[in-house]
């Protein structure tokens, strides 16, 4: 870049109308140059609001989970409409392993420069208490941006069993040597910490058969690989609208308008009973607050969106789209309430 030439201490010089401007636009575009080569602060709110994303460079959506889950299809949901309105590509990445705990390291380890964002599902509540030496700190690693949605699990059984209904599971669970072999979508799922509490609450055994993430399971499910399954209304809904799955009972405390011929947990001998999945979003901590605030205010547009809002709510999520600090309180209730039952059951990491 030309050094400038200033003229201190001289003779006063009469420069033209003309030529001054040429000198400030000059200095105006040397400064504009600079701050794209990195050399210019950081830029400021004002530029956020425009749109202009920090660095320019693509965000990081991180899903840690296999695609085909509920996670994967929230995550690229957003992706191409957070570009639009940031002004900058946005990326979906899935980094699968340990229980959504691989991909969310990934995240809690990330410079907090508002370019890596996670997608957590309801194992980032239960990991803490369920894997051990874990290589960040779920609550201080990681600043919450949104709890997206909360939603009902159901129990369904492939369209070859047998059983129609959730007393239908219990007799067949109580007469067969060892119990009834059923899929989650991981050790320490949300699924996996009910059914255990269910069976020893109601005296029936289950095997538990852990995938890795809702995508594997939902083929296995499918293709009657695994007799028995439980996850989210909002993965299963599809295939027990196609009559490939049959619904047994849902989680909830109230039937699922998704599949409201399906009783509840609680009207089927268990009263009172609720275990509800959740979704939201986390970026690593430190990261500055005007960059979560535009980041939660952008997802709470694209949720609010007519088309997107009816897409969701009928595969079974019910959208909360939270501001930052609920996330926070309702992380910090999920971790303390499974905690007590993994810790009864003895649960572990693979179990």
């Known amino acids: 870049m030309p050094r400038q030439r200033h003229d201190e201490g001289g003779p006063r010089i009469n420069v033209p109308h003309a030529q001054l401007r040429r000198k400030l636009l000059w200095q105006t575009g040397a400064l504009i140059g600079a701050g ?4 210019a602060l950081a830029p400021a709110p004002s530029a956020l609001a425009q749109g202009t994303w920090p660095g320019g460079k693509p965000i990081r959506l991180i899903s840690p989970f296999p695609p085909g889950g509920t996670t994967d299809q929230l995550a690229r949901l957003v992706a191409q409409p957070l ?12 980094r699968p392993g340990g229980n959504g705990s691989i991909g969310t390291q990934a995240a809690a380890k990330a410079p907090p420069d508002g370019l890596t964002f996670v997608f957590v599902f309801d194992t980032h509540g239960t990991n803490p208490s369920l894997i051990p030496n874990m290589p960040f700190d779920t609550r201080n690693d990681l600043a919450p941006v949104m709890l997206i949605a909360t939603g009902a699990m159901v129990i369904v059984a492939h369209k070859s069993q047998p ?5 239908d599971l219990v007799k067949t669970a109580k007469s067969s040597p060892g119990g009834v072999n059923y899929g989650t979508i991981g050790s320490g799922s949300l699924a996996q910490l009910a059914m255990t509490s269910l069976s020893a609450q109601l005296r029936f055994p289950m095997q538990h058969i852990p995938y890795k993430g809702g995508g594997p399971l939902v ?4 293709a009657g690989h695994v007799p028995m399954a439980m996850a989210t209304t909002a993965l299963f809904s599809p295939h027990i609208k196609s009559g490939t799955l049959f619904p047994l009972a849902v989680t909830s405390a109230r039937r699922d308008p998704v599949i409201p011929e399906v009783p509840t947990i609680a009207e089927q001998g268990l009263p009172g009973f609720e275990a509800s999945a959740w979704w939201g979003v986390f970026a690593p901590a430190k990261t500055p607050s005007e960059i979560v605030g535009r980041m939660n205010k952008e997802l709470a547009r694209i949720f609010a969106d007519p088309a997107v809002k009816e897409r969701l709510t009928n595969q079974g999520m019910n959208l909360t789209s939270s501001p930052p600090e609920f996330l926070g309180k309702f992380l910090d209730e999920q971790i303390s309430r499974w905690a007590k039952v993994i810790k009864e059951h003895g649960i572990t990491a693979g179990s």
């Open 36 to 39: 794209a080569m990195g050399f």
């Open 83 to 94: 570009s639009q309105a940031l002004g900058t590509q946005v990326l979906v990445e899935n």
């Open 163 to 167: 059983e129609r209904s959730f007393a």
């Open 219 to 222: 083929q296995d499910a499918i």
